[in-house]
């Protein structure tokens, strides 16, 4: 009866948007969902089956089934097969459609698909920040006066043009100073004119979609991956394809050549959420996949600045040797999240066209915050900036590290730190077995937020843990918090 | 033989992508423009011969010259046809393909579809800014050292959460100054928390087209029409339909019909370029007709500050009965364009949706400042830099009509000046068969940079005129470059 549902679906779709057949899948499944004719927690028949009661090839099932699993519709479960994921909502689509208006609830059914994806999916839960939340740092140390002072000073010298948009990828003088920066602390081999100041990573990474990718382009992603990035991706009407990580990085193999990527996403350096250091071997693997593809590559270098322990590691860029790699940072988790200050350097031929779409779609603005934070660098501040946090979160790494000793274990199966190395959060790696979200929920209710890795997966089924932020905890808040931690995770091992 | 080459691309895109049929076709031209097969400058067969050729139905053929035209490949001229554009770039595109790599050109060549539309498309020749560039505001009198006194004061009282991303959609009490002054100067009927803090309209239209709109889906736009929407409809992969305006505003006729919108974006209140104001009767059928296809209507109220004559023009959205209305406007215009602030009035079904995909893909900062604006709003002094900018232009606007006064007549073919009553620009509107482009070139070899009206155009041919701005230019320099119009306006006025 599924299949009779997805069959009429796909004919009435192929007959009126003549979509690609995965994507008649994918969208027949939706319905099937949104309708209620697959419902929530219901496990849906092996790919093999639909591909035979469809007549369609494995290829064009799997497909559509990975795109449904990275918008969160369907989840996969370790063994089990695959499922309707309990969030999604039951909606009189027709219904919907037909009577557009008045009522709430039918409004905000009334977003299109990918506005749903955008309001509903890859978000965190709560936005509170707590002490182990990931991907926060402590800007309370953050020079307030001094950083004043500067911005007095420029609001002082402000000439017009300072007030109105800049259409040269941003401040020249903060550009010289980024690529000082890049060239010498991140092996970046750049010219300042390959700089773009952008508001942070999201617009660096929407820019590089939209200017470099076509809607329905394929992007390899690292899974688990960055949800920030899946925004973007989800955002620019790219198609996600996940590339199983492991501890030495992303790991192509020969099943995913065969969704060829236009965009390759990477986070070498600390791999988000996992902190695995992508090896050499791994980086000139993919550096010459993405050669044989004609792919660009981009590097997200989110967190480079605070390395504790191990060698230094350069930037993927520096060994690229056909300028295939587009190289991204930002400053909110250097200096603080509002100054929405972030960088992108980009390869010599694409200056002009980068210049002038981000010009176009972004206006850019806030030019003497631009010529305070070029000073901030050139005088030394940031350096120093950064070498008092270096200390203070190396403590805190230290502390947090003590405290989660008593879970570690030795076997090869029991629980590990991954991504201590670098970086400001840590993963508590647990037994595939372990069920990493119900931990999650359980110190949520004695008041403590982490996330369990697994939340971070796009289509792996076997990676459980906890992803632990330390750069906004406190000495005394680590020493509180680890212990509930500890405990809540003795608890849910299994056996 | 243009046919077969293009049945031969376009069965190859049938097989390979399954693709609709309009865009098989748009593909396929696209290519032969590139590859050569059409030259610039080379007439297009008519959308009845090509039909007949192609063996496809004439709607298929007239939706894939009109996407061609709004793209800017191809241009029509009144009673004579299309015609391929002379900046079309001639590219050997399987050559570019086969060998990415290290020739810039070749790495130009390397973006994608949007982004060269991105990049190429709808950007001004030159970015300079002059005495008559349109849509540009006189900052030259913003109170800098009151500004910097407020930002100080926010900045001093700065507490952690200032220096963090915002979660809640903006700075409440900044949301509460811009809803009181909507609510009592432009009749938009609002709680604070309906507004959005943006970094300007190009992000409250992209927020709008991702979040209420898909890929593909169809934006009704105003023809002619502002050049940074457009930028925004490509970016978030809409079908952009032209639709004819006149003096009364966007005016939707039975064959739009055909093309169901489900954004329409409009300038009611001063008609960007033309300057039209939308009247009553055409308000309440655009509301209607939206009703009917169940669209959201998307109004930018961009210039609504300065109203100089007639009587005051209350918003689009005040009239609307049921919540399908969205209101954008932005400080740029009114304090200095660096500022990046601006709103976005969202229907109460639409607010979380909209606070969470705006956090997810903008993760707005720059707290302290928008503390500064709340502040500057409430203690009047956006009301009194209103009233003193109002009255500056006022004079501005009056220089200038008198300078055009002389090449100005009264028949019904004559010159005439159209979109006085509000803003910052006029419209010079000129003789149909009148070359404004040349017009606006004879000027730029003079130093001179005036737009011509036909460069707004997208599908219409009859519209010629000049868009000339005067909120950046002093009183003296109106009386130095006015005459230099109308003496290039008078030797180019056919007969």
Redesign the interface.
């Known amino acids: 009866m599924l299949s009779e549902f997805l069959l009429a679906e796909m004919t009435r779709l192929g007959t009126q ?5 995965h994507r008649q899948l994918y969208e027949a499944l939706r319905r099937a969902m949104l309708d209620g004719k697959l419902a929530a927690g219901e496990r849906l028949p092996s790919s093999r089956d639909l591909a035979q009661d469809l007549d369609l090839s494995r290829n064009t099932v799997v497909a559509a089934i990975n795109q449904l699993s990275v918008e969160g519709y369907l989840a996969s479960r370790v063994g089990s097969g695959t499922y309707v994921n309990d969030h999604v909502p039951r909606v009189n689509h027709r219904a919907a ?1 037909g009577a ?9 059914a ?6 749903d994806a ?3 999916r ?2 965190a839960q709560s ?1 509170e ?1 707590q002490p182990f939340t990931p991907g926060i740092a402590d ?2 140390a ?1 020079p ?1 006066a001094l ?2 002072r500067l ?2 000073k420029h ?2 010298m ?1 000439y ?1 043009d ?6 040269s990828g941003g401040y020249a003088p903060l550009r010289r100073a980024i690529a000082d920066y890049l060239r010498v602390f991140r092996s970046v081999q750049l010219d300042a004119d390959q700089v773009i100041v952008t ?2 990573t ?2 660096s990474l929407e820019l590089c979609a ?6 329905g ?1 394929t992007v390899w992603v690292e899974d688990p991956a960055y ?2 990035a899946m ?2 991706f989800i ?1 620019t ?1 790219l198609t996600v394809h996940p590339v199983a990580t492991d501890d030495e990085g992303i790991h192509p193999r020969e099943a995913d050549d065969a969704q060829p990527p ?1 965009l390759i996403y990477v986070t070498p350096s600390h791999q988000y959420p996992t902190g695995a250091v992508m090896t050499l071997a791994r980086r000139q693997q993919l550096l010459a996949t993405a050669r044989q593809h ?1 792919a660009w590559v981009l590097e997200d270098d989110y967190d480079s600045e605070y390395r504790f322990s191990g060698p230094p590691i350069s930037s993927l860029e520096g060994l690229d040797a ?3 790699v587009l190289y991204m940072g930002t400053f ?1 988790k250097v200096l ?5 200050l972030g960088y992108l350097v980009v ?4 200056i ?3 210049r ?2 981000h ?5 850019p ?4 915050t631009q010529a305070a934070l070029a000073e901030f660098i050139e005088m030394g501040h940031f350096a120093s900036s950064l070498r008092r946090a270096r200390q203070t979160y190396a403590e805190r790494r230290q502390c947090l590290l003590e405290a989660l000793r008593p879970v570690l274990g030795d076997g090869p199966d029991a629980p590990r730190i991954s991504g201590a190395e670098q970086g400001l959060h840590l993963c508590l790696r647990l037994p595939a077995r372990t069920d990493d979200q119900a931990i999650a929920h359980r110190l949520a209710q004695q008041g403590l937020i982490v996330r369990p890795l697994s939340a971070y997966c796009l289509r792996r089924t076997d990676l459980r843990g906890l992803v632990i932020g330390y750069g906004y905890a406190t000495l005394g808040e680590i020493a509180r918090c680890g212990p509930m931690v500890t405990a809540a995770v003795q608890r849910a091992l299994p056996g």
Do not use: C, I
């Open positions: 948007d003549a979509l690609p057949l459609r557009p208006g008045q009522v709430p609830h039918l409004q905000a009334r977003l299109s698909q990918r506005g955008l309001a509903h890859f978000s936005l920040v800007f309370s953050f307030l950083w004043q911005q007095n609001w002082r402000t017009p300072m007030l109105d948009y800049n259409t508001t942070g999201q617009q939209r200017l470099l990718a076509d809607h382009d949800w920030g925004k973007a955002a009407g236009k004609g056909d300028g295939r909110s603080y999240p509002g100054l929405k390869p010599k031929g694409l002009e066209a980068f002038q779409a010009y176009d779609l972004h206006r603005g806030h030019m003497p």
